[in-house]
């Protein structure tokens, strides 16, 4: 039986190739002896990797042509690995921040709205008591907490469909999030802002709908302008 550590970092390598665009959307990947020989695998453990890779949507793979590096329409954007390489993805990142930006206003306003109408006495505690437990102070562990507040929300919401979205939103938080901790330059530190939060919560724990919505797009604002300052200090570099 083959290593699960060697198929996974083989994975990871291989994926990450992908979204950086070592090989573009259509074409075929390199023979199988020199793909295994670049990451350093045997032939068996490449064939697993490409396997995974497959069900993610990054390639497709036929006797007659062997395997391809598929379309991005048809990758699984909300993997949590494809969404962790393409926020790594330097040249693109700024686009995909922009992305998340864009599914998050579509999702978390409304999971606000319904976590005010849905949430038990229990789950508005819960989400009250992670929003008075933020700090000012911008730190790895600000940012835990921030985590489970928006996924507690979710939960809240007693829609399947929404809580499914648990895994990608999470680590698309925590990917972006971690990186403004480390884009200072750029106005994008990550900024806790407890205020926000506990006025999240309170609307929740009041069940007052509209008015968690209005504050959840709040968020969604923010999140956006940090896009805007991004992109516009990319096309600076230029």
């Known amino acids: 039986m083959l290593p699960r550590g060697l198929i996974s970092d ?10 950086q665009g070592e ?25 697993e990797a490409v396997k995974v890779l497959a069900g993610k949507g990054l390639v497709r793979t036929a006797r007659r042509y062997g395997s391809r590096v598929a379309d991005r329409s048809d ?16 040249s693109s990142h700024a686009r995909f921040r922009r992305e998340v930006a864009q599914l998050r206003e ?10 005010a109408s849905n949430a038990t006495s229990a789950e508005r505690a819960a989400i009250s008591t992670l929003a008075n437990s933020m700090k000012e102070a911008p730190s790895p562990e600000a940012i835990e907490t921030d985590i489970a507040f928006h996924l507690a929300i979710l939960d809240a919401t007693h829609n399947s469909l929404i809580q499914g979205l648990r895994r990608p939103l999470e ?28 006025a999240l919560a ?18 969604v604002i923010r999140g956006a302008e940090g896009a805007d300052r991004l992109e516009a200090s990319n096309l600076q570099q230029l």
């Open 75 to 90: 990758w699984n954007s909300l993997d949590v690995d494809v969404i962790r390489w393409r926020l790594h993805d330097r």
């Open 106 to 115: 579509l999702i978390e306003p409304g999971a606000a709205s319904m976590a």
């Open 23 to 47: 090989w573009q959307p259509g074409a075929q990947l390199p023979m199988e002896a020199d793909l295994a020989a670049k990451f350093g695998v045997g032939r068996n453990a490449l064939r």
């Open 10 to 19: 083989t994975v990871q390598a291989m994926g990450r190739s992908i979204v």
């Open 202 to 219: 309170n609307a929740i724990a009041g069940g007052r709908a509209e008015e968690a919505r209005y504050i959840a797009m709040a968020f």
């Open 171 to 198: 680590e698309m938080l925590r990917t972006l999030f971690h990186a403004d901790l480390t884009l200072l330059e750029n106005g994008l530190s990550y900024d806790p802002n407890p205020t926000l939060h506990l």
